[in-house]
């Protein structure tokens, strides 16, 4: 039986590290809880699928420097004209929920930090814990507090689907962001069991050493990242890049091992990166 995609939107979200002896920058990445039904126990970017609030058009008035016609006129494949805003709507609402960074905008049109507004903190602290018991509504939050979602600090980067014979499928669009300043990321405790701040570099060389589980599209995306020097290097990188659409090939072979194919022609056996 044929499994119907659904549109999602994951942010790989930078930042230069805290650590003066580490070069380069950091990407954040979490860890999905073992009973997960889509890829336990794998470091992922945050993200997840994209609902119908995300893509309503009073959605639209929340969100700077993006609009409907935009992001369409971007995401000129995407399923459906609503989804288009949805993609980055949706990747800024997952990134709250699932590691408490909100890509936001004050009234003054200043960035969104907490390290010096603890009022702010504890009201989305509070707004989150409502959240994850399905008793809040994060585009009413947004309204009450007064703040615009900052869509244009996210870069459309890369476009991958998950193959076939999945049971669970995504049409996943990913993008680049630098981490909100002033915010200190925490893991859901849900769905994400831990996070890590870690150099694409470093996160290479842990997963061949099958410390790191990671899906294909992911080691991939951090293949391409560990080309750059710089977060402004990355970002440079979106303007004017024409996204292909990519789509690894998972065989199961005679011993009913999985193996994920790559574009390139390079095999991954799937069932070891589970390996924490």
């Known amino acids: 039986m044929q499994v119907k995609l659904k ?9 230069n590290s805290p650590d003066p002896f580490v070069t380069g920058f950091e990407v954040l990445m979490v860890l999905r809880s073992p009973v997960s039904k889509f890829l336990p126990g794998l470091y992922v970017f945050p993200g997840g699928g994209i609902v119908e609030a ?16 935009r992001a369409t006129s971007i995401l000129d494949d995407i399923s459906s004209p609503e989804n288009a805003l949805g993609a980055w709507t949706a990747g800024i609402r997952e990134t709250f929920e699932e590691v408490g960074l909100l890509m936001a905008y004050k009234k003054d049109e200043s960035v969104v930090s907490l390290d010096s507004e603890e ?36 870069h459309y980067f890369s476009h991958w689907i998950t193959p076939e014979p999945s049971s669970i499928r995504y049409d996943v669009r990913f993008f680049v962001a630098e981490a909100p300043s002033g915010q200190e990321a925490l893991h859901d405790d849900i769905e994400l069991t831990r996070y890590i701040w870690i150099t694409p570099g470093d996160a290479l060389k842990k997963f061949h050493e099958e410390a790191f589980g990671m899906v294909l599209p992911t080691f991939i995306t951090m293949e391409e990242l560990s080309g750059y020097k710089t977060i402004e290097d990355v ?42």
């Open 119 to 154: 009022p702010l903190r504890d009201r989305l602290a509070s707004h989150r814990r409502l959240l994850h018991e399905g008793k809040a509504d994060f585009y009413d939050i947004m309204r009450s507090e007064r703040l615009i979602l900052a869509a244009d600090r996210l």
């Open 7 to 15: 549109d999602a939107a994951t942010i790989i979200l930078l930042r």
């Open 235 to 276: 970002i440079r990188s979106t303007k004017g890049k024409k996204v292909q659409t990519t789509m690894t090939r998972v065989i199961i072979d005679k011993d009913e091992t999985m193996v994920e194919y790559a574009p390139d022609g390079r095999a991954f056996k799937v069932d070891p990166y589970t390996k924490k």
């Open 54 to 69: 995300d893509c309503l058009p009073e959605t639209e008035t929340l969100c700077a420097g993006m609009d409907r016609e």
